[in-house]
């Protein structure tokens, strides 16, 4: 039996609306259970430049390309379905964390998640931010533990959180022990799902030190953009 050509097929299916919605749905049925995703996306990080012992710490998170691929696990081959289409970030939670412990005194002093090109899930969209204010000394074995334990924060998206305390010995003596070793920007409303749609989330450290050392960590849902 003769391979239907897959070009024509998807040349001649479209021929009503109602064709194309129930090509869509097949469509997304074959995903399901036959076709992988491919999404290129790129998240780095960098750091601004110093004045005096203070600097900001940026992570950046954007989609290069995406596309949707059929794969024969027979042939081997990999054919392209279409282009800019294929999965959907939701909640993308991105974290950064100082060096914690006795003898660290650099200190997050604001923290800034902005975005371009997102797609809005409500009509009054909002960001989460969770910060962790931890006690001077303790340590953060794992972020999301961290974080758990912390009240968040809802905000229009762009809009920054200043901490109280804009450096150690500051954030100590106001919040009784406490300083801010964790930043973190939940996108809460918005997906990733479009070519060039970039978030990133800033965080302005103090150094008493005139060193920092940090870490980054993120986690997201993902699904299919095929609706």
Known sequence: MK???????????????????????????????NVEFFKQYLIEGRFGEWVNITND?????KIKHGMVLEYDHYTKDIKAFF?????????????????????????????????????KRSNSPLIKYVAGLIP????????????????PKNVGLGTAEEFVGKDFEAQKKVHHGKVYRVV?????????????AY???????????????????YKTDLGSNLY
């Open 3 to 33: 391979d239907k050509d897959i070009t024509d097929w998807w040349q001649n299916y479209l021929e009503t609306n109602r064709q194309e919605e129930e090509l869509k749905k097949q469509i997304k049925n074959d995903l399901e259970s």
């Open 57 to 61: 710490y940026t992570n950046i998170w």
């Open 83 to 119: 282009y800019n289409f294929g999965l959907t970030q939701r909640n993308l939670h991105i974290a950064q964390n100082l060096a914690d412990g006795e003898g660290e005194v650099s200190v997050y002093t604001r923290q800034d998640l902005q975005g371009q090109r997102l797609t």
């Open 136 to 151: 001077y000394g303790d340590n953060v074995y794992n972020v999301w533990d961290t974080l758990s334990k912390m009240s």
């Open 184 to 196: 973190s920007g939940n996108l809460k409303d918005y997906d990733i799902r479009n070519e060039e």
């Open 199 to 217: 978030v990133n989330l800033k965080g302005d450290i103090h150094s008493g030190d005139g060193s920092i050392r940090v870490t980054w960590a």
